[in-house]
Nanobody, 136 residues
Framework: VQLVESGGGLVQAGGSLRLSCGAS????????IGWIRQAPGKDYDRVAC?????????????VKGRFTIISGLAKSANAQKSAYLQMNSLKPEDTAIYTC?????????????????????????WGQGTQVTVSS
């Protein structure tokens, strides 16, 4: 599996950014794909996720109403899986490295919704991360 993100950058508070993630080598029909972020000195924050098995996307409380995750949830074994994170009304506390993650273990966003008991997949299923910096 190979994931590549793009779209990070520097933006003023109140501005918008759109992150993109392309995942190749994901041959399963059912999966979850989402974003996590890590600010300096802090643990990973599960931001948003969408899956072939959930009826609605997951959003962390801190980003609800501001971020939107979009994915066509392609199922073909040969199709590249992709996801986008539209981030509006950005705040300085959104500053972090944003990483795209694909979970092929299950068809739901359990690693996001049940983070107390379900670990994120191995780092082989993570992208390289993209820096988002929001200035006040």
């Amino acid at each position: 599996v190979q994931l590549v993100e793009s779209g990070g950058g520097l933006v003023q508070a109140g501005g918008s950014l759109r992150l993109s993630c392309g995942a190749s080598g994901v041959t399963v029909e059912h999966y979850a794909i989402g974003w996590i972020r890590q600010a300096p000195g802090k643990d990973y924050d599960r931001v948003a996720c969408i899956s072939t098995g959930d009826s609605r996307p997951f959003y962390a409380d801190s980003v609800k109403g501001r971020f939107t995750i979009i994915s066509g949830l392609a199922k073909s074994a040969n199709a590249q899986k992709s996801a986008y994170l539209q981030m509006n009304s950005l705040k300085p506390e959104d500053t972090a490295i944003y990483t795209c993650v694909v979970d092929t273990r299950v068809n739901q966003c359990l690693a996001w919704t049940q983070s107390q008991v379900v670990d994120l997949p191995s780092r082989r299923s993570w992208g390289q991360g993209t820096q988002v910096t929001v200035s006040s």
